[in-house]
């Protein structure tokens, strides 16, 4: 029985490719499963467009893990016996393509509606301008990424994408992508900054500020954007985008899962880091901000000194009392004193 020959360089690098894709994609799908649990078990009354949204999100989150779990299983059990010196695309990785720009057009317009929101509302020429520049991007992308799902679908090789034109189209796709994400980022650092809302919770320590940065300004989109792109454009004949296409979506949508759930609890409903502080914590002082702490500590020192004023003034008018009671009895003991006395000598001289 002779031996298996060995695994070209070419074959050890695509399975590599698709089981590092494989592995950080699952492990950030039990990350997606774990935020939208508790998601629904904090926001229980939030309203019913994001709960749709944060559904649909999760639905095509585990489908894409579904899909390139049966993309694993396809390379790496039914296909063993074969030589792979080159990835040929599955219908099933296809789909998993078409559901991820899907999944990245709902991201980018939940993010213009943020913007919508943070840069001024609708009475704000600023705000509508970021947003359609954003949504415009987002529709390009999502467009050009529809054609790239089609041409795989047409050529089925993956290093068919070395050919110009297929090249073009996705790089306009991802570009447009990765314009979009820029955008989102700067508005919403220029939008939440301090000095707009300063009565907005401030982060305190690395892992919060990280946090915040990341999630709530969409520093993650922009990276996982950014070297997809760089990844495609550079090597667009090597599989190593594959791996960064697996993985993308999950950063997509852990990203809105996590802005989500670092909101405030407010009767069950999230309420957004912009949103007044006097309607967040009503009862609890230690967990406002120094400002507002400062503000409730005056505001405690002013109402005791005044009722420290309305029980002094009160005490002064208790002693004002008796002093007017005390002096009213002196009158009336001298009053009588004298009428005696006036009697007493009447009845003498008689």
Known sequence: MSDPSPSSPAESENLAVIFLGFTFATFLYGLSF?????????????????????VILFILDTSITGLVSQLLYHYL??????????????????????????????????????????CGGPTSITSRFVSVVVLFCAFIAFV?????????????????????????????????????????????CWSLRPSRYPDMVRPVGVFENLTVVFVGRALGLVIIQLAYFCTFVALPGKPYWVAVQMVAPKIYANTVFGLLNTREVKHGIGLNEEESMSDRQDSQINGLPSALRFRSMQITKQSLSFSQQGENSKGSGIEEASKSYTDDQNLESIHSHCSERHAYDKASLS
């Open 144 to 188: 050009f990424g529809l054609a790239s799902v089609v041409q795989i679908f047409q050529q089925k090789q993956l290093s068919a994408f070395a050919m110009p034109t297929m090249a073009i189209i996705a790089e306009i796709s991802q570009g447009f992508a990765l314009v979009a994400n820029i955008i989102i980022f700067i508005a919403m």
């Open 77 to 118: 059990i039914t296909m063993i016996d074969v030589h792979m010196e080159v990835l040929y695309a599955t219908i099933p990785f296809c789909i998993q393509v078409l559901l991820s720009v899907i999944l990245t057009m709902i991201v980018q317009l939940f993010f213009a509606a943020r913007l919508y929101t943070v």
């Open 34 to 54: 774990f935020q939208m649990y508790l998601y629904f078990s904090r926001y229980s009354r939030d309203y019913i467009g994001t709960k749709v949204m944060v």
